[in-house]
């Protein structure tokens, strides 16, 4: 028992399909984006009191709501950034949900993946989000520049005739900022349904980098989105689960990386993992360590790992070209919550080991996860 344990604390049956979880910053209450039978958005927002879930506002609209992000908000505002299911950015402020702060037809499509940044951090650079959907772009919002992305990464459009035009357009399924060091430096990563990765500098307005997975792009999430590169993990559908050492770029080999090879598989009563490979849906890094991180699973069950840095993180070919060095993985803990994938998670920013989890049996769940001071 000296190590980590998942613990379900509170558990909450909800009427509607469960598709994003978010603590709202400096508060015990988290919030809850779903979709409701009659294709309607909802948001509902819970506070934590002692043993007991208390609903505090419902707020509902005409989409179903897919996902969403307070990256882009100060600690003051706390606006929160939602995409819909109709390619719709809304910006609401949850003091006053009915009329949005912001709101713009984004994408001809559902938009699947969202992600923010600038909001509380210093000096870098502007809060903005970024925004992936199923029509193929990638943009970049800031809100106070108007209805138009300040970036539009989107494919081009198709020659020919006699073709189905959109069968080249990559559903993009995930999307996060990394490398904002400084007011000039951000990247955004995005993740597609091919398996193609993607690092495009926002300053250069280029890509930087892509790789191409066996399988679906599900989650990235870099360990700090204000440093450097440092680390990025990769989560895919058939269980992928990668680790790329971001902090070296070998001209030709491009960034090193760490598999895992089962990452989806579910995980029995005694601890041991057997069963088919089954889709990483979701990764989250802990707020107060960057090198431990969870992820959620196809089987229901999410999983608690620690990245180990090799002695050399950087080494030289026999060209003289710099060329990073991937660490190992160690899966420090195990549990299953659910039948059902558990497919968005959230760590509390300032309690540590204070996390929310959603998973498709429409249900919500409190966790605490103990001992993680010991990692």
């Known amino acids: ?141 800031d809100i106070r520049q108007g209805q138009e992305p300040v970036v539009d990464i989107s494919p081009p459009p198709q020659m020919g005739d006699g073709i189905n035009k959109s069968n080249t357009r990559r559903d993009c399924w995930a999307v996060a900022f990394g490398n904002t060091y400084n007011d000039q430096e951000r990247c955004v990563a995005a993740g597609y349904d091919n398996g193609d990765l993607k690092l495009f500098d926002l300053r250069a307005l280029a890509v930087r980098w892509e790789a191409t997975m066996k399988n679906g792009v599900c989650g990235l999430e870099f360990d700090r989105r204000d440093i450097a590169m440092n680390k990025l993990v990769v989560t895919t559908l058939e269980g992928g689960l990668l680790v790329y050492d971001m902090r070296t770029q070998h001209p030709t080999k491009g960034f090193s990386w760490v598999e895992e090879r089962n990452a989806g598989r579910s995980v029995g009563t005694n601890g041991v993992i057997n069963g088919p490979k089954a889709t990483v849906w979701t990764v989250r890094h802990l707020p107060q360590n960057r090198d431990v991180f969870l992820t959620g699973g196809g089987t229901g069950s999410v999983r608690l790992w620690k990245y180990e840095y090799p002695d050399r993180r950087v080494i030289e070919d026999s060209d003289g070209a710099k060329e990073g060095v991937a660490g190992k993985l160690q899966m420090v803990s195990a549990v299953t919550l659910s039948s059902q994938p558990v497919h968005s998670f959230d760590w509390h920013p300032d309690k540590l080991g204070l996390a929310v989890a959603g998973a498709f049996d429409q249900s919500v769940r409190v966790l605490i996860t103990t001992k993680l001071n010991t990692l």
């Not at 779903?34 to 609903?55: A, C, H, R, V």
């Not at 419902?58 to 307070?70: D, E, L, R």
């Not at 950034?81 to 912001?102: K, S, T």
């Not at 600038?118 to 193929?136: F, K, M, N, W, Y």
Request: aromatic share 8%; charged share 25%.
């Open 1 to 141: 028992m000296d190590k980590p344990q998942m613990i379900e604390h509170l558990h909450e049956a909800v009427n509607y399909t469960v598709y994003d979880t978010k603590w709202i910053p400096l508060s015990a209450k988290f919030l809850v984006l779903g979709s409701k039978p009659n294709s309607n958005g909802i948001l509902d927002i819970y506070e934590l009191n002692q043993e007991k879930l208390e609903k505090v506002k419902t707020v509902v609209k005409k989409a179903a709501f897919k996902c969403g992000t307070f990256g882009a908000s100060s600690l003051r505002n706390r606006h929160f950034a939602i995409g819909d299911f109709e390619g719709r950015l809304q910006v609401l402020d949850l003091e006053r949900p009915d009329m949005a702060v912001y709101n713009v037809k984004a994408h001809s499509a559902i938009i699947n993946c969202i992600d923010g940044i600038g909001g509380t951090q210093l000096d870098c650079g502007a809060p903005e989000i970024v925004t992936g959907s199923r029509d193929g772009a990638v943009k970049v919002w």
